[in-house]
């Protein structure tokens, strides 16, 4: 898999009706995208993936749960909101190697 693909099925998720925003921007400026399942009023539950860079694949665990909970009824006294690879840029350098860095100097390090 590469950062493309994984980022990929988080988008698609677009495609099925989840409305998806951006949560803020990371170190090399990757979007860190989430969404919202549920009702905003009420409990809110906030669950993240991608925290670590070895460990991109809770951002694949947080696709299904949020297409999961998208499309059935569980959610409906709250609501939760799942920010999918909180480190894109780990988890880039994990699944496409550091030449992908967009300088030497942080290559480097």
């Known amino acids: 898999m590469t950062y493309q693909e994984l980022v990929n099925n988080i988008v698609q998720l677009q495609e099925e009706g989840l409305e998806l925003f951006n949560a803020g921007k990371s170190v090399l400026g990757k979007n860190i995208l989430a969404t919202h399942v549920g009702s905003y009023d009420g409990v809110q539950i906030l669950i993240q993936g991608g925290i670590h860079a ?27 909101y799942f920010v999918f690879l909180t480190n894109p840029d780990g988890a880039e350098i994990v699944l496409d190697g550091v030449n992908n860095l967009p300088c030497a100097i942080t290559r480097n390090y």
Not at 63 to 76: I, Q, S, W
């Open 54 to 80: 070895r460990e991109y694949i809770t951002a694949l665990l947080l696709v299904e749960m949020a297409r999961n909970l998208h499309n059935n009824d569980l959610v409906k006294d709250g609501g939760i």
